[in-house]
């Protein structure tokens, strides 16, 4: 017998509703709903250019610190022959990494463990949000909604000293890891190629694989196996499908589509969902870790939520060397000039949830069009019973009994990004 169910998903940053198509006891489709939206660009719509450094950070309280350097650089991307120094390109490095190693940190602890019904103290959540904050605030001045990056660079100098702190604090979140997450040396864990290798340390990634062995879990949440990065940096731009692997990728192809019923317009590449985020970025990059548990499990629960926390000491390693990277002797800031009459310009980042877009058109000096493409459109999109979306595809075939918030919310649930 057929049945319907509206479900309020509680917990995330704004409000989401699933509805959830049943026959017997088993999800045959899932409508995403996301009811609510600011229009932020539409607001931004007749302003001056700059203004854009100031609202975009507001589309969301979690990843604002990557929509203040996507908005950087499609602003950046309006001059032509723009060049930034290497010590400000790495200070914005340092801080959107920042960004998200802390809401790795803050997804696994608040959301992920007590889905599996483990303990999460509140702390291990909390204390690495706080030190990766403070760094923040040591290169940028404040976090969250830090507004030091313009176009030509940054704003401020740092000292030595602020990179004494920064030095303390890093070593700081290694501590940390280890603790907390898994107690290995972070470059043996980046290079681990054996899950039960894994499994058979201490720590709470360990007891969350192992949790979701035990209930028979890790199949769940297959979804299209297809992924696909934008964002530079640390990553490596490039789309899979399954473990082949093709780098070249090409704007053009990205497509917005407005679906009824709900604020949220899903995005595809050539017509096809991909999925985005950790998952991807580590196929991509072809973390052994996850490589090995997509072999077992294809892109399950169990491979998505294993990709994020990989990505913490992956991540602490990029802290590392752009550490000891940076001249202070460089100029933060380089002076580009007046915006041009008319231009345009793309800034691509790679956030926590995944790759996340902004494309800029300037005419007589003032925003013509903004459109974002968050990484939570990609994931989160609706598609039709033909042609789902990647969540909705993940969550076709769970039975009554099986854990759907948690496969729903290993693709890590924003609704204020997915509609801004």
């Known amino acids: 017998m057929a049945e319907i169910r509206l479900e309020l998903i ?36 007749g302003r ?54 802390q809401n ?75 603790r907390y997450i898994v107690d290995v040396e972070l470059e043996a864990f980046v290079h681990c190629e054996r899950i039960e290798e894994m499994l058979g340390k201490s720590g709470d990634l360990p007891k969350a694989m192992r949790r979701i062995l035990d209930r028979g879990w890790e199949r769940l949440g297959q979804s299209h196996d297809r992924f696909i990065v934008f964002g530079e940096g640390l990553f490596h731009p490039g789309k899979s499908v399954g473990t082949r692997l093709r780098e070249h990728l090409d704007l053009r192809y990205v497509r917005e589509e407005i679906v ?11 017509d096809r969902p991909y999925e ?36 913490i000491p992956r991540l602490i390693g990029y802290l590392d060397r752009l550490l000891k990277e940076i001249d202070l002797a460089q100029e933060a800031w380089i002076d580009p000039g007046s915006f041009p009459s008319e231009a345009e310009g793309t800034g691509i980042v790679e956030a926590a949830r995944g790759s996340l877009i902004h494309r800029v058109s300037i005419r007589e000096g003032r925003i013509r069009e903004y459109e974002i493409i968050t990484p939570t459109q990609w994931n989160l999109g609706n598609g039709t019973p033909e042609d789902p979306g990647v969540a909705q595809q993940a969550l076709i075939g769970l039975r009554r009994e099986d854990p759907t918030e948690l496969v729903f919310k290993s693709f890590d649930v924003c609704s204020v990004c997915t509609t801004h």
């Open 104 to 178: 790795h940190f803050k997804w696994f602890y608040l959301t992920i463990l007590p889905l599996l019904e483990l303990e999460a103290p509140l702390e291990r959540a909390l204390e690495p949000a706080r030190v990766a904050g403070e760094m923040i605030a040591l290169l940028a001045g404040q976090y969250p909604h830090t507004s030091y990056a313009l176009p030509g660079g940054i704003c401020g100098e740092i000292t030595p000293v602020d990179l004494l702190e920064f030095r303390h604090r890093l070593r700081r979140l290694q501590t940390l890891f280890r």
């Open 48 to 101: 001056d250019p700059l203004d854009a450094l100031s609202i975009n950070p507001r589309v969301c309280g979690i990843c604002g610190h990557a929509h203040l350097i996507a908005t950087v650089r499609a602003l950046e991307g309006c001059f032509e022959g723009l060049r930034i120094s290497d010590k400000a390109r790495n200070i914005r490095e340092l801080t959107l990494s920042l960004e998200l190693l």
């Open 276 to 311: 985005t985020g950790p998952l991807a970025r580590a196929m991509v990059m072809k973390t052994p870790l996850v490589k090995e548990a997509h072999r077992r499990y294809r892109d399950s629960l169990f491979t998505r939520i294993l990709a994020r926390i990989c990505e």
């Open 10 to 45: 509680e917990k995330i940053e704004g409000e989401a509703q699933v509805r959830y198509h049943s026959e017997e006891g088993q999800v045959t489709f899932a409508e995403i709903l996301f009811l609510n939206s600011r229009h932020i660009e539409r607001i931004l719509r």
């Open 260 to 270: 009824p019923g709900t604020q949220a317009r899903k995005v595809a590449y050539r």
